[in-house]
């Protein structure tokens, strides 16, 4: 029923959606290119600490004019000053967009076009933040408790990770005295 015709699911808050299709686990192994102190990365590998960071649980669907729904729960944390966050990616099909609704949790959702011109949003219980076409996005946990949000998505869109995990994004949200501060990323571009 999750394939064809209508359905409904659950939101689970922490747990995501159910009933779903597809639940896709990222531990701090699958990120060991994205955070910007790589040394703490490898040195924490190395000693066998390797926490999930973050988990989506998707219905997606086939076919034209078709949308897909997703629940990412990103855990709360930091590697260094860097809170957790999800790799983000540009869409494969430039021309769409996306729709997330927080749901619990507090965070911000970093946007950048190809030239890394960078938008933020806020994201928290019923936000609801608009990714318009052609925006790389990243979704990151700034509070104590997890983040989540639905995400809902053209079908069609497929993403492009590859860009964003050569390049990086141009700017970095990290903890100074206690609170988000966005940076520039020193490292932005570097496989260009
Ligand atoms: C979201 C993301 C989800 C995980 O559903 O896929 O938050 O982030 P990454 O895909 O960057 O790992 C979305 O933007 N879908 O298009
Ligand atoms: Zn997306």
Redesign the pocket.
Known sequence: MLDKGPYSTKIQGVNGLYPYKVK?E?YLKDLREYFLDRQKVEEMLSKGENPLI?V?Y?IDREGEGEF?V?C?IIYPGKIGDEYYF????F?AKEPTS?V?VGISGKGVILMQDRDGRTFVEEISQGTIVY?PPGLA???INTGKNELV?L?I?PSE?G?D?ETIMKTGFAKLVIERDGKPILIDNPNYGRYL
């Open positions: 896709v990222r973050y989506v998707e897909n997703g990412t999800t790799k983000g990616h869409h996306e997330y990714i996005h990243r979704s949000f995400a998505y869109a993403h990770y």
